[in-house]
């Protein structure tokens, strides 16, 4: 099972930047998100998608990021948008998932890719 995130990088505070994860391996995946981890802080919850597309922000968000997916390419997408120097972190994505053989669930992680936003 592989999540190949990409789309990091520098970017000017106002800026966007779009993310996109690419899930490889899995038979089913219920919901798909983007997490985040700034230096010293702890990991959490930007936004996440049900297979469904309900979606769900982090209050801190809300109004400038979009969470999509599509779910025959098994990718989910983070468009950024009005970003700020707090939103500077690793953004990893997230997939509740199974592989065929498997009977459980289970959160699986990308590798993390770096969002810089200068101020």
């Known amino acids: 099972v592989q999540l190949q995130a990409s789309g990091g990088g520098l970017v000017q505070a106002g800026g966007s930047l779009r993310l996109s994860c690419a899930a490889s391996?899995?038979?089913?995946?219920?919901?798909m998100g983007w997490y985040r981890q700034a230096p010293g802080k702890q990991r959490e919850l930007v936004a996440a998608?049900?297979?469904?597309?309900?979606?769900n922000y982090a209050d801190s968000v809300k109004g400038r990021f979009t969470i999509s997916r599509d779910n025959d390419k098994d990718t989910v997408y983070l468009e950024m948008n009005s970003l700020k120097s707090e939103d500077t972190a690793v953004y990893y994505c997230?997939?509740?998932?199974?592989?065929?053989?498997?009977?459980?669930?289970?959160?699986?992680w990308g590798q993390g890719t770096q969002v810089t936003v200068s101020s």
């Open positions: 997230n997939a509740d998932g199974k592989e065929l053989y498997d009977e459980k669930y289970r959160y699986y």
């Open positions: 998608i049900s297979v469904g597309g309900t979606t």
């Open positions: 391996g899995l038979f089913r995946i219920n919901d």
